[in-house]
């Protein structure tokens, strides 16, 4: 069983910056990706970036691109999300995930990041 741990969530304002950290950690053997969703209220989870541990290969969201980066640091199975120029719409609650080669996908129990002037 993998444990995520997510850090780093609070208060922002329009124009600021959160970075997020997320820690794997129980039977992290096999995790080849790991990375963030997100869920507003009244609104469907969404992907935000992922990032595969071995080469760093990224995508995300087109809301977020040249905003937000996903970055990792492999040997810790750690992930973190910065996210720059944030706006009232990123408000949501951010959740760590991670994928085995065995199948399996983990979540974290969720990080509340909050936007506001």
């Known amino acids: 069983q993998v444990t995520l741990v997510e850090s780093g969530g609070g208060a922002g304002q329009p124009g600021g910056s959160l970075r997020l950290s997320c820690a794997a950690s129980?039977?992290?053997?096999?995790?080849?990706?790991m990375g963030w969703d997100r869920q507003a209220p009244g609104k469907q989870r969404e992907l935000v970036a992922n990032i595969l541990l071995a080469n760093g290969n990224a995508a995300y969201a087109d809301s977020v691109k040249g905003r937000f980066t996903i970055s990792r640091d492999s040997a810790k199975n750690t992930v973190y999300l910065q996210m720059n120029g944030l706006r009232p719409e990123d408000t949501a609650v951010y959740y760590c995930?991670?994928?085995?080669?065995?199948?399996?996908?983990?979540w974290g129990p969720g990080t509340q990041v909050t936007v506001s002037s």
């Open positions: 129980g039977s992290t053997f096999g995790i080849y990706g």
């Open positions: 995930n991670a994928n085995n080669q065995f199948g399996n996908a983990s």
